[in-house]
């Protein structure tokens, strides 16, 4: 089993910067891949930015050059840098982690913006 915490979600003006952390615990060796998702009410749950298993990093077309995801592997931490936030990137945001057989997710954190 893999435990996920996210933080750092909260209310921001148009413009500003958050930065998202999720810190895994449990089994992490398991841990094939991780990401960042993000929900809206009424809306299914869209990629955000993650890492594949070997390293690489994909991001949805509407963060490309505003959002940096990276991670600390000795804390066992993933981060999501958000600059430039817009009035449509309010969301709950939430992490994942992507095991051998099963994944995990975070219980999310809330992003406002304020326009």
């Known amino acids: 089993q893999v435990q996920l915490v996210e933080s750092g979600g909260g209310l921001v003006q148009a413009g500003g910067s958050l930065r998202l952390s999720c810190a895994a615990s449990?089994?992490?060796?398991?841990?094939?891949?991780m990401g960042w998702y993000r929900q809206t009410a009424g809306k299914r749950r869209e990629l955000v930015a993650c890492?594949?298993?070997?390293?690489?990093?994909n991001y949805a077309d509407s963060v490309k050059g505003r959002f940096t995801i990276s991670r600390d592997d000795a804390k066992n931490t993933l981060y999501l840098q958000m600059n430039s936030l817009k009035p449509e990137d309010p969301a709950v945001y939430y992490c994942?982690?992507?095991?051998?057989?099963?994944?995990?997710w975070g219980q999310g954190t809330q992003v406002t913006v304020l326009s």
């Open positions: 449990g089994s992490t060796l398991t841990i094939n891949g």
């Open positions: 890492f594949n298993n070997v390293g690489s990093t």
């Open positions: 994942n982690a992507a095991g051998v057989v099963d994944g995990y």
